[in-house]
């Protein structure tokens, strides 16, 4: 039977260090507003609006925020899912943002993606052999029986029966069918994964199940992810490091332990003031936010945030923060001392 072979890390950059995998440098993704008989564009939708950050080789780096941050564009656009406006995208070494799109299918063995509905990302006229060994075909990794045994021992690894070959998605539940998405991302060998809210659409206890598949894989295969999600108590428990996103740009980035035991933003604060406390002993002073997340074409001055923060000032809307350091790895987007 076939084996899944772990990919190697990338080498050391220099004595006791070791080069990100993935480095993301300003990296924007506007979308377009096209108007009038003649279709010119009139206006953007500013889904990613100039991030930056490093992901190290067997990382977990989960990317947080509130419907609309923009953290789902960000994820696809660093596997050209959909193409950037601008900025660098350098996975182990390459600028994969300027490579051509014909030539980016043998990137897509070292990056892949799981998907956020496992009942939209599978599809129902496809065995799940079909689904799982469709990767294999056009990589061109096995065929015949081998790529068979190959999809056989995919499965196995996420926990489903060697029977489950010869059925269809529509015959799984929802925990099921995302084990299926996590097989089909796994059949190339990837380094790099983004898992798009992978467990949003599961039940509580079906979460804790394929959260900890996901360590015991990356643990095993040497796997680096970007972890996105909106459950701020889910990232805490997969994630080495956490970035916080809101509307579009950075606002905290921090060792996942810090981050949870001295959050130092205001969006951060009140995003964890919301976190439910199973002990009805103890009380957590809520933060609430007035008003909704503005719209990405028109975004507020200076501070994206400053329309809705609590310790807003008048300098708020005539700055735009950059990201400074308060701590070891701990990096803050405010001019503000909460």
Not at 123 to 128: A, Y
Not at 174 to 189: H, N
Not at 223 to 237: G, K, N, P, Q, R
Request: proline share 9%; glycine share 8%.
């Amino acid at each position: 039977m076939a084996e899944i072979i772990a990919p190697e890390r990338p080498p050391a950059a220099s004595a006791g260090t070791v080069a990100p995998l993935l480095a993301v440098r300003d990296l924007k993704k506007h979308f377009p507003i096209k108007s009038g008989l003649l279709g010119r564009t009139t206006s953007s939708v500013k889904a990613v609006d100039g991030i930056s950050f490093d992901v190290m080789p067997g990382e977990v780096v989960g990317l947080v925020g509130e419907s609309g941050s923009g953290k789902t564009t960000a994820g696809r656009t660093i596997l050209r899912l959909v193409e950037p406006t601008s900025g660098e995208i350098v996975f182990d070494g390459t600028d994969i943002a300027k490579i051509p799109a014909p030539a980016m299918r043998d990137w897509r063995r070292r990056m892949q993606i799981i998907f956020q509905d496992p009942y939209a990302s599978l599809n129902p006229r496809m065995t799940v052999g079909e689904i799982v060994g469709q990767a294999l075909k056009i990589h061109r990794l096995a065929s015949g029986a081998d790529m068979e045994d190959r999809v056989v021992q995919l499965l196995q690894k996420v926990g489903l029966a060697a029977s489950a070959v010869r059925r269809y998605p529509h015959e799984f539940s929802g925990g099921q069918r995302q084990r299926i998405g996590i097989a089909r991302a796994l059949a190339v060998s990837p380094q790099f994964i983004v898992a798009d809210e992978p467990v949003s659409a599961l039940d509580v206890s079906i979460q804790a199940q394929v959260l900890n598949l996901l360590l015991d894989l990356k643990s095993e295969l040497q796997l680096t992810l970007l972890f996105i999600a909106h459950d701020l108590s889910v990232v805490e428990y997969i994630s080495d490091r956490v970035i916080v996103m809101y509307l579009g740009k950075i606002m905290e980035v921090a060792p996942a332990r810090e981050l949870y035991r001295n959050p130092v933003h205001p969006y951060t604060q009140a995003l964890l003031s919301a976190i439910p406390v199973p002990d009805p002993t103890v009380r957590r002073e809520r933060v609430i936010l007035q008003g909704d997340i503005p719209s990405p074409i028109n975004p507020p001055s200076g501070c994206v945030f400053r329309t809705r923060c609590p310790i807003a000032a008048p300098e708020c809307a005539k700055v735009e923060p950059p990201l400074e350091a308060v701590g070891p790895g701990h990096f803050k987007a405010c001019i503000r001392r909460p």
